[in-house]
């Protein structure tokens, strides 16, 4: 019968049974009336006929088709990572009813979490304080940023400082949020190991040390490398004047154990949906959160959440201040969430936490490396890059020219294994980016690198097999170009 098949996804319309539906409303009680004129209403609306549990199977069962943090067998994305979210912090339903503009008075609660949050943050990364207002990382970075150009902006130095230095490894993010303040970007080398070369940042700085606003480093890096010379990078930069900004997206590696401020580091970010168990699906809402060094205080966005003869307040008393920059201050859901993680874990758990995010990135890494190149030698952090390398040699022929294989490839091969992909291409355009976090299980990783190395093996054998993948899911290998200038996104059943 339509509709029955356990797998096959069939257009709602097929489905369609004259007369089934999904609610009833009660009859009129009162005449008709619309004020639209008689030429817009229409007699009829086509849409299908479904009772609500046929359509919520329906429904059901193309969600089952994707590929997502809890299905797949292990999440190995890097850089954007998801972590275990744990059931028992996302219940934050009592909280939902809070109006973002409800009075001081009626929402000390929410007040007091966040001005909890915002010093237990601070206290983990080393800031004098700090803002839960960034609705996300890079809202979090432009945030800083603008910061530091207040912050010149106040010793007169701000038309004379118009450049940022990011190192090559930077996330995307990094040189967008300097752009959009204003800034001109320039790239700072990395050196053979990963680490930003400080030699080629100590010429640059020699040069043009009194134009530069800052340098916007990550740590650890998205090559997965923890930079060892971050002290002597910072006071490069301070004896120029500059400030530098740390993007701390992957503090899931360091919690409890390294103090950005202890580094020498200006102003930084973590976002809590990369390190504190908050969800973030198809890329929001995330929550993120800036730092500041006490010199950096003063440009912290407004309003500023105080206690004031234990009542918490919203103060707009800071002359400085950058300003608002969160209408609603963030997105307080997800900072309750991150509460409720830090609370839950304790400090021993943080610090657990961070011990086993770098023990299984290294046991993964190690895994990988043994399949595909490392793109660096030595130990990592949390996540590891290895390159595709090997594949660079097979070759198919498609539309009549031979197309080399690459990891774009071997990773559609993957999502065959209902695995969701690895970062590929980024950061480096030959490397796949894996990151297990602190809840991969070592079978979990074991059978992941199992179920690569079959992949590389087979795709050695059979090259075909690997440029056609994947073969199983419900949407085979689009043609890249032709999917993005005509992309259909209306249902075609069977490619018809
Ligand atoms: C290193 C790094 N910086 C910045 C970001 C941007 O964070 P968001 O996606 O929350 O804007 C990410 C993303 O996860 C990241 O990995």
Redesign the pocket.
């Known amino acids: 019968m339509a509709g029955n098949s356990a797998h096959e996804i069939i257009p709602l319309n097929e489905l369609s049974r004259e007369g089934a539906g999904g609610y009833r409303l009660p009859s009129l009680e009162v005449p008709f009336q619309t004020p639209l004129p008689q030429k817009y209403l229409r007699a009829d609306l086509p849409l299908p006929q479904l009772t609500e549990h046929d359509a919520v199977r329906e429904f059901m069962k193309r969600s089952h088709t994707n590929t997502s943090v809890d299905g797949s067998p292990l999440f190995p994305l890097g850089?954007?990572?998801m972590i275990y979210n744990p059931a028992a912090i996302r219940d934050v339903a009592v909280f939902a009813n809070l109006h973002p503009l409800q009075p001081e008075q009626t929402s000390q609660g929410a007040l007091r979490i966040l001005f909890d949050l915002e010093r237990i943050l601070s206290e983990l990364g080393g800031a004098a304080a700090g803002t839960l207002q960034p609705a996300?990382?890079?809202?979090?970075?432009l945030t800083a940023v603008f910061m530091i150009a207040a912050y010149h902006a106040s010793r007169g130095e701000g038309d004379q400082r118009k450049t940022v230095l990011i190192p090559d490894s930077?996330?995307g993010?990094?040189p967008a949020s300097a752009a959009m303040a204003g800034y001109n970007v320039q790239t700072a080398p990395s050196n053979k190991s990963g680490r930003l070369d400080l030699e080629a940042l100590t010429k640059i700085m020699e040069e043009k040390g009194n134009t530069v606003a800052a340098l916007m480093i990550?740590q650890p890096?998205?090559f997965g490398i923890y930079d060892e010379q971050i002290k002597d990078i910072t006071k490069v930069m301070h004896d120029y004047g500059a400030q530098v900004f740390c993007?701390g997206?992957?503090f899931a590696a360091l919690v409890n154990r390294v103090k950005f401020g202890d580094l020498g580091i200006d102003v930084f970010?973590f976002?809590l949906?990369?390190t504190f168990g908050v969800p973030?699906g198809g890329?929001?809402p995330?929550a993120?959160y800036t730092g500041a060094a006490k010199h950096l205080v003063p440009f912290l966005p407004t309003p500023r959440i105080e206690s004031s003869m234990e009542r918490f307040v919203l103060s707009f008393d800071h002359p400085q201040s950058i300003g608002t920059v969160s209408s609603a201050y963030g997105n307080f859901l997800a900072d309750v969430m991150a509460d409720k993680y830090i609370l839950l874990m304790g400090s021993d758990g943080l610090m657990e936490s961070s011990g086993v995010a770098v023990e299984a990135g290294n046991y993964q890494h190690q895994l990988l490396s043994k399949i595909l190149p490392p793109a660096f030698g030595g130990v990592v952090m949390h996540e590891g890059i290895v390159l595709d390398t090997p594949l660079r040699g097979l070759k198919v022929n498609s539309d009549g020219r031979a197309k080399q294989l690459t990891v774009i490839d071997l990773v559609k091969a993957l999502t065959d294994l209902g695995y969701y992909a690895p970062t590929v291409g980024f950061p480096l355009h030959d490397g796949i980016l894996t990151e297990p976090t602190h809840s991969a299980s070592k079978a979990a990783m074991d059978a992941f690198a199992r179920d690569l190395k079959e992949a590389v093996e087979h795709a050695t054998q059979d090259p075909e097999w690997l440029a056609t993948s994947p073969h199983s899911t419900l949407v085979g290998r689009l043609k890249e170009a032709e999917s993005d200038r005509n992309p259909v996104f209306t249902w075609v059943k069977n490619g018809k």
Do not use: F, M
């Not at 996300?136 to 970075?141: D, L, R, T």
């Open positions: 850089s954007c990572t996300a990382g890079a809202h979090s970075e930077a996330h993010t990094n990550t890096s998205t993007d997206a992957n970010h976002n949906h990369k973030h890329g929001g995330g993120g």
